[in-house]
């Protein structure tokens, strides 16, 4: 069975509404290309053990970049992302 870590990073997607979020929450002023970057980027270097389902969804925390992404493990749409 493939990790959550792979699922997430082949099938992440976005809807119109998260970019916002993300900007606002993250406080951040990047376009959606930027931040898709972004997020892919700290998926990726973040360690397989901090990819942890609970119930529908799938967390990831990078303390590192001080950050944790909400990601639904049906559709592997980023729901938030929140500062740590």
């Known amino acids: 069975m493939e990790s959550y870590k792979g ?13 916002e ?3 606002k929450k993250m406080n951040w002023t ?5 931040i898709e970057k972004n997020i892919f980027g ?7 053990s901090q990819f942890q389902k609970t119930g529908k969804n799938i967390y990831v925390t990078n ?6 992404i909400t990601i639904n493990s ?3 749409r980023v729901i938030t ?3 740590r």
């Open 42 to 48: 700290i998926l990726k270097e973040t360690d397989e």
């Open 74 to 76: 049906n559709t592997y």
């Open 7 to 19: 699922l997430v990073l082949r099938n992440l997607c976005y809807t119109d509404l998260v970019y």
């Open 81 to 83: 992302v929140d500062p």
């Open 30 to 34: 990047l376009s959606k290309d930027e």
């Open 21 to 23: 979020r993300i900007n």
């Open 63 to 68: 303390n590192e970049q001080n950050i944790r």
